[in-house]
């Protein structure tokens, strides 16, 4: 079992940068492929990054690609997404994801969610 704590959400204008944490507890976090979701108002959620245990792997949906980097500290249990030129389309709830893989891999289902960060971007 592992708790997911989303932080870093917030305002800002179009072209900005923030940085997403999300903070881990629970046993054996480095065995856990994590991702990042996203969900806009009327919308259903949407896969943004995803990373294997390791990092060695990471995956992007086409919106976040070239953007959005998505990074983890295994030994501070955290997960990040760095997101530059924010676009007032990336408005949204974002959550992050784990679940438990005994590969190396990225995971395309999680059990696991955090209970989100908003962040607004303004043009």
């Known amino acids: 079992q592992v708790q997911l704590v989303e932080s870093g959400g917030g305002s800002v204008q179009a072209g900005g940068s923030l940085r997403l944490s999300c903070a881990a507890s629970g046993r054996a976090f480095s065995n856990y492929a994590m991702g990042w979701f996203r969900q806009a108002p009327g919308k259903e959620r949407e896969f943004v990054a995803a990373?294997?245990?390791?990092?060695?792997?990471?995956y992007y949906a086409d919106s976040a690609q070239g953007r959005f980097t998505i990074s983890r500290d295994n030994a501070k249990n955290t997960v990040y997404l760095q997101m530059n030129s924010l676009k007032p389309e990336d408005t949204a709830v974002y959550y992050c994801a784990a679940e438990l893989l005994a590969g190396d891999s990225v995971a395309y289902e999680y059990e696991f969610w955090g209970q989100g960060t908003q962040v607004t971007v303004s043009s």
């Open positions: 990373i294997s245990w390791s990092g060695g792997t990471t």
